[in-house]
């Protein structure tokens, strides 16, 4: 993951979403399994790491026989950054 950043990702399990500060803003991914993510956060041995151009989050995790862990990669996708267009009468 050459092109990855280091982040301090905030995982909601329950809604399966991940928020992430790219460049000074705040951006809302869906990952497909939280509970993996959660577990493998919680086991990290250094700092998630973030490709936005393929987005996958990278999570290095304690394996026997390498000292800087292994790769888990989860694939995050975007939330739409669409307003509602939906209008009040009355």
């Given at each position: 993951m050459a092109s990855s950043i280091s982040v301090l990702p905030l995982l909601d399990v329950h809604r399966s979403v991940v928020e992430l500060r790219l460049a000074g803003s705040w951006h809302s991914y869906h990952v497909a399994d939280a509970p993996a993510l959660a577990a493998a956060l919680a086991n990290a041995v250094g700092s998630p790491r973030f490709d936005a151009r393929t987005g996958e989050l990278s999570v290095r995790v304690p394996r026997?026989?390498?000292?800087?862990?292994?790769?888990?990669?989860?694939?995050?996708?975007?939330?739409?950054?669409?307003?509602?267009?939906?209008?009040?009468?009355?």
């Open positions: 026997a026989g390498k000292p800087a862990g292994q790769a888990r990669i989860f694939s995050l996708s975007e939330f739409s950054l669409a307003l509602p267009s939906a209008t009040l009468v009355g």
